[in-house]
């Protein structure tokens, strides 16, 4: 059974960074895409930034400039860089994989709390 296990959460100040990283439970094969999702309290889940095997990458408006996405193929692992974080920032951030014969999301990590303080 495939697990993604989520670390780097935590609390910071506004105008800070945080680097969030996940590895998968597998490496047999490579997820087409692998990437991060937040749902803030009250709201529902929205993408942040997704990220294909070939390198392509997806950034959500109001993180484009601010946030990095990038993975490791070989070792199923995503990163996501957060910098010049804001209050609106806070949520739980889930780490989230498709399948290697989709680019569906199929996986998902169980979060990691990120809030940020003005």
């Known amino acids: 059974q495939v697990q993604l296990v989520e670390s780097g959460g935590g609390l910071v100040q506004a105008g800070g960074s945080l680097r969030l990283s996940c590895a998968a439970s597998?490496?047999?094969?490579?997820?087409?895409?692998m990437g991060w999702y937040r749902q803030a309290p009250g709201k529902q889940r929205e993408l942040v930034a997704t990220?294909?095997?070939?390198?392509?990458?997806n950034y959500a408006d109001s993180v484009k400039g601010r946030f990095t996405i990038s993975r490791v193929n070989a070792l199923n692992t995503v990163d996501l860089q957060m910098d010049s974080l804001k209050p609106e920032d806070t949520a739980v951030y889930y780490c989230?994989?498709?399948?290697?014969?989709?680019?569906?999301?199929?996986?998902w990590g169980k979060g990691t709390l990120v809030t940020v303080s003005s």
């Open positions: 989230a994989a498709s399948t290697w014969y989709s680019n569906a999301i199929f996986y």
């Open positions: 597998i490496t047999s094969f490579s997820f087409n895409v």
């Open positions: 990220v294909t095997t070939g390198g392509t990458t």
